[in-house]
């Protein structure tokens, strides 16, 4: 079976900035289709959960409170980058708008609500080393 990587928080895990998850996908499902490789950038990076909210704001990545979580996304995104490597992952299911995981439209900064075209950090990294990435609406191109 092909490996999956997919967002942790989508598995029923409580990673999310607020402690809690987002269990959104039929896991039976893509378990019969799929190897998961889950993972969680803004762990992998250093933050704690829960944690103050982040929206990207241009190349930056701001928390609300103002402080500037930046370094962490890039880590973050580069670790899911390496899990793609080391487990053969050619796609990513991801949790849709995140800062992190979010793939083709995000918050835009302003912790407002609205949402703006882009990706989060480890979407568009793993979109520029050609992983196809998918949002959980999405689910049924792979399935
Ligand atoms: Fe979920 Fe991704 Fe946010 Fe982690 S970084 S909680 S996997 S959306």
């Not at 990673?15 to 190897?35: M, T």
């Not at 080391?86 to 302003?110: H, M, V």
């Amino acid at each position: 079976m092909e490996n999956l990587l997919i967002s942790a928080c989508l598995l029923g895990i409580e990673c999310r900035y607020d402690g809690k998850s987002v269990k959104s996908v039929d896991i039976e499902a893509l378990k019969e289709k799929y190897n998961l490789i889950p993972m969680c950038p803004e762990i992998y990076g250093g933050l704690t959960t829960p944690r103050c909210p982040s929206e990207r704001v241009g190349e930056r990545v701001m928390m609300k409170d103002g402080t500037d979580v930046t370094e962490n996304y890039k880590r973050g995104a580069l670790i899911a980058y390496k899990m793609c490597c080391i487990f053969n992952c050619k796609t990513a299911l991801l949790k849709e708008r995140s800062p992190s995981c979010g793939c083709w439209q995000i918050y835009d900064g302003s912790f407002s609500g609205r949402l703006t075209d882009g990706d989060g950090c480890t979407a568009e990294l793993l979109k520029s080393k050609g992983i196809n990435v998918i949002g959980e609406s999405h689910i049924k191109k792979i399935m």
